[in-house]
């Protein structure tokens, strides 16, 4: 049997890309660059060290990030905070050693790129001008650019709002409104608002397509349905066959109180992954009925 292809990537134990390489370690071997394995990314020796000692990988996923949004707005300009210092210089270390080294990069970056504030009727595209308004997507921003900048062989694929049928570590937009309805204790959910989930199993998938054909340039890695939090949860409801209530929350109403800057309309289009890669995400009403198919089947999930 032919020895499998070798991707380094960082962030494999996290909510993504544990599911990443579930699905494609049957394709391919992988190393983990993570704290956990004793990289830390923010130290260009080590990233440089794990990449030269392994000269036979084929591309490298970069997924490590400071994800949490709300934590992340409290170091808000802190070039020296962990946020800055994970999401920009780490993947500064990578990108600039993924150059050195001419190894594909597939650099993972966020829809809060975007401000939400007006998107074009079919989604933000990739060509539409990025605005952050908080300070994760800010940095999320910042890595892109060093990415661009620095001459690797690389693809930015946006994603937004990943959900998966289990992962014990963290929560997702999908399960969190699978729980809540169960124990009757959803909060009101937001009428006035635009989020695309996008399922995990369906990145993974598309992944494959960005290591097979190596494209550069900016993708928009995100599901085919843009709707609000309240429409979410109505179909997560009708799906699974939940008991609880679902109350209309505003977003409007929400965002005059909340500590931090939120986005009200992010549709993001996946047109261009279709047309220059072939690759077509699922639509919600498919994702959540794969995942109901997986959450009842005996197949192990992690
Ligand atoms: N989750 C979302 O809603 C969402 C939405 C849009 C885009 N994204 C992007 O998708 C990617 C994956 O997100 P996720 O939710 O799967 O992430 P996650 O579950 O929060 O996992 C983050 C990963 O980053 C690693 N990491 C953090 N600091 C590190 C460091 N200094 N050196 C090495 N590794 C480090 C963590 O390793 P340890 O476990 O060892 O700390 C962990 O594996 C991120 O780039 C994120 O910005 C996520």
Known sequence: MAAKSLILGTGLSGLVGSRVVELLSSQYDFVNLDLAT???????SQVDRVISAHPE????????????????????????????QVNVVGSQNIARVAAERKLYLIHVSTDFVFDGKNPPPGGYTEEDSTHPIEWYGQTKLMAEEAVRKSGAPAAIVRIAFPFRS???SKLDLVRSIIDKLKTDSLHPMFADQTIIPTFIDDIATAL?????????????????????PFDLAQKIKTTFNLPGTIKQGSFKDYAKTDTRPRQQYLKLSNAKLKRDLGVT???????LSTLKQQLSSSTKII
């Open 281 to 287: 995400m699922s639509t919600i009403d498919q994702a």
């Open 57 to 84: 990988a084929h591309g490298l996923i970069h997924l490590a990030a400071f994800t949490d949004v709300s934590k992340a707005s409290q170091q808000k300009g802190d070039r020296e905070g962990l946020v800055y």
């Open 38 to 44: 004793g990289i830390d990314i923010t130290d260009k």
């Open 208 to 228: 494959k397509v960005f290591l097979d054909k190596k494209p550069s340039g900016t993708y928009h890695l995100v599901g085919s349905s843009g709707l609000s």
């Open 166 to 168: 289990h992962f014990a």
